[in-house]
């Protein structure tokens, strides 16, 4: 993971601030929303193959809880 300009936090920041945008407080919608975001990044050359993608991407599916507590909390 030497290239990723972003941590994780940073991107979890990112995809909670989408999702909540968008509506989006499911699951299955948390995971869309992960996906969007990551292929945005790597557009933007934020991200590159090079970076632990399996790593990201559980990181931030694994996030879920924390953001649906927040959810319920607003």
């Known amino acids: ?4 300009t972003l941590s994780v936090e940073d991107l979890y920041g990112e995809t909670k601030e989408k999702a909540f945008s968008e509506g989006a407080f499911s699951r299955e919608e948390w995971h869309d929303i992960i996906e969007e975001v990551l292929d945005g990044k790597r557009e933007m ?18 996030r879920y809880e924390v953001f649906s507590k927040e959810v319920s909390v607003m």
Do not use: G, K, T, V
């Open 45 to 62: 050359m934020e991200i590159d193959d090079d970076d632990d993608w399996q790593y990201i991407i559980e990181s931030l599916q694994s």
């Open 1 to 4: 993971m030497d290239n990723l």
